[in-house]
């Protein structure tokens, strides 16, 4: 009888986990043709540079963004320019953060915009490290021209690289 409760679990346990990676893949796949179609508003285009205002020793793991989360390098996330700030949704204390397209260099990947700052003249957006990695792999580009950047409408995207 132990056997038989078991394997039940052990059998629901698997349709489980086949069920979410089915899931999942059926969502990554509609990113590759609906961010196009969700994108809203003209293309900001302009140049994109990285940042990381994490100072070692300053506060651990990084000091929070205009959105209240702890900046992280690990995900894809980017801050605006302040004046593109109501564009991207307000970018706000506490609010659900809005999501953009970002296209380089033949490349899309999709990220969150959490953060705002003053940017140097003729950049538009601030990349973290890790969605710069993937337009510059080696971080020797430092800032990356003709960038183009389109608000994504909704709140419940998935960031990260598209098509």
Excluded at 126 to 152: A, C, W, Y
């Amino acid at each position: 009888m132990v056997f038989r409760s078991s394997a039940a679990v052990c059998g629901a346990v698997i349709a489980l986990a086949v069920s979410v990676t089915v899931a999942r893949s059926e969502t990554e796949g509609v990113h590759s043709s609906a961010v196009v179609n969700a994108a809203c508003g003209d293309a900001i285009v302009g140049a994109a540079s990285t940042y990381n205002p994490f100072k070692p020793g300053k506060e651990e793991g990084g000091p929070d963004t205009a959105s209240g989360e702890r900046y992280d390098p690990s995900a894809w996330a980017a801050a605006i320019k302040t004046s593109l700030r109501q564009k991207f949704g307000g970018v706000q204390f506490g609010a659900r953060p809005k999501y953009a397209l970002v296209e380089a260099v033949g490349k899309k990947v999709i990220v969150k915009i959490n953060d705002v700052g003053p940017l140097r003249p003729g950049r538009i957006i601030d990349l973290n490290e890790r969605t710069m990695r993937h337009f510059d792999p080696s971080l020797q580009i430092g800032v990356i021209s003709d960038v183009k950047v389109r608000p994504l409408a909704g709140d419940y995207w998935i960031p990260g690289p598209v098509g």
